[in-house]
T-cell receptor
């Protein structure tokens, strides 16, 4: 089975712009979670989607949003980018057994 | 509420010596616990998981962890460190349904040749 894929792998944006990141889960997995990883804050949960519905949400501002499509692929969007949004964004997919399988991440740099 | 405390931010061992990475957890539920490893500029790879079956869990690459409810611990061990084990290790507790993971702050493992 192919693993979790994330695109793009690297991204450079400027403050005020918006960005969309994409995640394709493992085939058959219906749950997709998103995490932000920074040196200062570590790994923080953004949100989780299951069958196109947001099931859980972390403590991030409304500038961070996501969605999931009928094929379980997910996108997350960050609007009005700030310097502090520079991070590695990780996507994870999960089937019925709770274990999350992570993609390689998208590294976002905001200038 | 769920939380994880990784007791050491950095651990340094010599190649061929045992590895011990410590993790304590707090959970309102019967927890699921995981260890993940992250090599530089890579995503997270699952090492092992505990989900209320055997308390001693064997994972990949010779790692294992023991669930001790009385001590609320889930320490990761390996009998003999290899250079390729140098990485960041994360202990994770799951709240159960809904798949929300709570990560520890990570332990950076250095292996000295």
């Amino acid at each position: 089975k192919a693993g979790v894929t994330q695109t793009p792998r690297y991204l450079i944006k400027t403050r005020g712009q918006q960005v969309t990141l994409s995640c394709s889960p493992i085939s058959g997995h219906r749950s997709v979670s998103w995490y932000q990883q920074t040196p200062g804050q570590g790994l923080q949960f953004l949100f989780e989607y299951f069958s196109e519905t947001q099931r859980n949400k972390g403590n991030f501002p409304g500038r961070f949003s996501g969605r999931q499509f009928s094929n379980s692929r997910s996108e997350m969007n960050v609007s009005t980018l700030e310097l502090g949004d520079s991070a590695l964004y990780l996507c994870a997919s999960s089937g019925n057994l709770e274990t999350q399988y992570f993609g390689p991440g998208t590294r976002l740099l905001v200038l | 509420a769920q939380s994880v405390t990784q007791l050491d931010s950095h651990v340094s061992v010599s190649e061929g010596t045992p590895v011990l990475l410590r993790c304590n957890y707090s959970s309102s539920y019967s927890p699921s616990l995981f260890w993940y490893v992250q090599h530089p500029n890579k995503g997270l790879q699952l090492l092992l998981k505990y989900t209320s079956a055997a308390t001693l869990v064997k994972g990949i690459n010779g790692f294992e962890a023991e669930f001790k409810k009385s001590e609320t611990s889930f320490h990761l061990t390996k009998p003999s460190a290899h250079m390729s084990d140098a990485a960041e290790y994360f202990c994770v507790v799951s709240a159960g349904t809904g798949n929300q993971f709570y990560f520890g702050t990570g332990t950076s493992l250095t292996v000295i040749p």
